[in-house]
């Protein structure tokens, strides 16, 4: 389990991406199946933790099934008899899709079940649910706390009720769960919701595939009546769609990234109701195309979001997204009527304003709903997830505001989306950095300089900002050994390039730095691992689109790691003691040769040995001696190596 993970700034997006299974219908169609008469085939099932706890729970419940191909499931349906095994204890994780259903059709069933979850589970209502159940004869305890699980669940007494009353407003999932228990019962009866029904489209998908596996509800004003009738029968062979909650994230990116992106799994004829998001998105401005089975999405072709104000009632998972896409709209947008977020993996509504303040949003937060104004310019942030999936998915998003955004507990997203890493990697593309590396005047500085300048991408001189703050130490004063005071003062500086000049604390420095004395102090202060930790967000701030040249001893190594293309530029020290040599003399100033390159033999060694970020040519580095060859060679020689690689 990775702590964290590290997303760069995003250039742009374009692709596809087929996606997982959906997990709504996922859940369902096992559940349906393993109560069919019947086997049932079903393919393209979404493999993650959600789904495993109904499978787990199913095989605990002595209902047999096989896996028969990389995502394909045979389950051998029970007929409506009473699921074999009598007495169990299931663990389901924090699946509402596994929770609630199981809840029902096991309080109508004839034995004694205790269901338990993540202690997250263990805060989530089900209270309505169980309120409706009772009706029906249901014998339920709550373990821990009223109206929520875990829950002990034994015979049920019977009754002869025709009418059985549920509350929708704080989750549909209750009324699906109910409706998908109906026929246990084997007698007529009708559910009527009191108040208001949120989240409706999950209402719609549960009975349109109770109705795939032969059971029709008849649905008049907020009433679905069950004729007593109709047995669940295996439609023979299932087909899951792809995820349109999951969907949302690579439409989003294709939005926000350029696009095209096109997401396969989902379209026009998808029973799931998050496709809609598409149409949030066309409202913002968004080019949107759908087929079939697919939907694509990419900017809008003036390339500004319009701001929203829009009800999210009917996409409560999709509209999250929304809410990390507003951070680049024209203006404050509004996400209404989402207050079923509060009861989900974590109180969405307060989770998500307090992580879009850390990227500098300003945020309102009401009882169900936000209001959300992007700052200026995004700020770099460390992201909680709070176990919470969609956290982590809809965030990865922000990388798109040329920050970079470190996802905390990353793993979070198995409970939908294993894979979502990867596919996220193969459709969103980074901000490609051109990493030179090399000793002390090797002409990397000229070099990086100049290719930036042709390329029309950023220049990072790291050895400036080392340079920064040997000459702030050395004018207070500060000895090169005190580490922490050096580290505060990297930190603290008020630095900025303009230009080719650099300013200190408003000061143009730009000669100031250059000087011996500064680089022998840079030497020696670069030796520090905090000095060096403290700098390093400074360096990856310079990572912007549309690309960055960055030019040191570590940019390969430590800082642009994942830097697409890697130059170790060099030339022997006899040469660069003549450069030196020359750029002094042109400079007025007296300098001996001899002394230049032992001078350059000592920093050499220093920075190859020294322990932290040793200076190094990175395995993935290409070498570029320039003992022999002009700049205007070395910057065409790279230049080459860009355009090869395809990043301009
Ligand atoms: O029925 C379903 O499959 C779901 C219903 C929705 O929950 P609510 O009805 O609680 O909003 C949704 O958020 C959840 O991810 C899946
Ligand atoms: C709310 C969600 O999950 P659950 O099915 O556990 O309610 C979700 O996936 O966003």
């Known amino acids: 389990m990775s702590a964290f993970l590290d997303l760069p700034p995003a250039r742009c997006a374009q692709g596809s991406a087929r996606l997982p299974g959906s997990k709504s219908i996922s859940n369902r169609v096992l559940l ?161 919701v009191v108040g208001e029904l949120i989240s409706r489209p999950y209402v719609a998908l549960t009975l349109a595939l109770m109705a795939r596996f032969g059971v029709e509800l008849v649905e008049r004003d907020g009433r679905f009546h069950y004729d007593g009738q109709a047995r669940y029968r295996s439609p023979g062979e299932v087909y899951v769609e792809g995820d349109a909650s999951s969907a949302s994230y690579f439409l989003a990116a294709g939005v926000l990234g350029g696009g095209p992106v096109r997401v396969e799994g989902v379209g026009r004829t998808s029973l799931q109701g998050d496709v809609r998001f598409a149409e949030a998105l066309e409202a913002l401005g968004a080019r949107v195309a759908m087929g079939e089975n697919w939907i694509e999405a990419s900017a809008p072709e003036n390339g500004r979001l319009r701001a929203f104000d829009l009800d999210l009632n009917h996409i409560p998972d999709a509209a999250m997204t929304l809410a990390v896409v507003a951070l680049f709209c024209e203006g404050p947008s509004r996400l209404r009527h989402i207050g079923s977020w509060r009861v989900k993996e974590t109180d969405r509504i307060a989770a998500m304003a307090t992580e879009l303040r850390k990227l500098g949003a300003t945020v309102e937060e009401g009882p169900d709903f936000l209001v959300i104004t992007p700052p200026e310019r995004l700020q770099p942030a460390a992201i909680a997830t709070y176990d919470d999936h969609r956290m982590a998915m809809c965030f990865s998003l922000a990388a798109f505001g040329d920050i970079y955004v470190r996802i905390l507990e990353p793993e979070c997203v198995n409970k939908t989306f294993p894979e979502y890493w990867q596919v996220y990697r193969s459709v969103v593309r980074p901000v490609p950095v051109v990493a030179i590396d090399g000793p002390t005047a090797s002409g990397k500085g000229t070099v990086a300089a100049r290719l930036a300048e042709r390329l029309g991408w950023h220049y990072l001189d790291s050895g400036a900002l080392y340079r920064l703050v040997a000459l702030a130490a050395l004018r207070r004063g500060l000895a090169t050994e005190d580490a922490a005071m050096l580290a505060r003062l990297a930190r603290d500086l008020d630095v900025r390039f303009s230009g080719d000049r650099i300013l200190l604390a408003g000061e143009d420095v730009t000669e100031a730095i250059r000087t011996e004395d500064v680089s022998a102090a840079a030497s020696r202060i670069a030796v520090h691992g905090t000095v060096r930790e403290a700098l390093l967000a400074r360096q990856r701030a310079f990572r912007r689109r549309p690309g960055l040249v960055a030019e040191g001893r570590d940019m390969g190594s430590v800082v642009f790691p994942d830097a697409e293309l890697k130059v170790f530029l060099t030339a022997s020290v006899e040469v660069r003691a003549e450069r030196r040599f020359k750029q002094l003399i042109d400079k007025g100033m007296s300098a001996s040769i001899e002394r230049l390159r032992e001078e350059l033999e000592a920093r050499d060694r220093r920075d190859r040995e020294r322990a932290i970020a040793p200076l190094q040519q990175c395995p993935d580095a290409l070498r570029l001696d320039t003992s022999h060859i002009g700049v205007e060679e070395a910057v065409e020689a790279i230049f080459d190596w860009v355009r090869t690689r395809g990043l301009a």
Not at 107 to 124: K, S, T
Not at 183 to 188: E, I, K, S
């Open 32 to 192: 349906l199946a393993a109560l069919a008469e019947g086997d049932t085939h079903i393919h393209d099932l979404l493999h993650s933790d959600d789904v495993a706890r109904m499978l787990e729970a199913l095989e605990a419940l002595g209902v047999r099934w096989e896996r028969t191909g990389a995502h394909d499931y045979v389950v051998h349906g029970t007929a409506g008899a009473p699921f074999p095994v009598r007495e169990a204890e299931l663990f389901l994780g924090n699946a509402g899709t596994a929770f609630r259903p199981l809840t029902a059709v096991l309080a109508l069933m004839d034995g004694e079940y205790r269901l338990r979850g993540v202690p997250r589970m263990h805060e989530r209502p089900i209270g309505d649910l169980v309120e409706a159940l009772r009706q029906l004869g249901a014998r339920i305890d709550y373990l821990e706390n009223e109206g929520y699980p875990p829950l002990a669940i034994h015979p049920p007494a019977p009754v002869s009720v025709e009418t059985v009353r549920i509350r929708g407003n704080v989750s549909s999932q209750f009324l699906s769960a109910l409706l998908m228990a109906l026929p246990l019962l084997g007698r007529p009866i009708t559910v009527e």
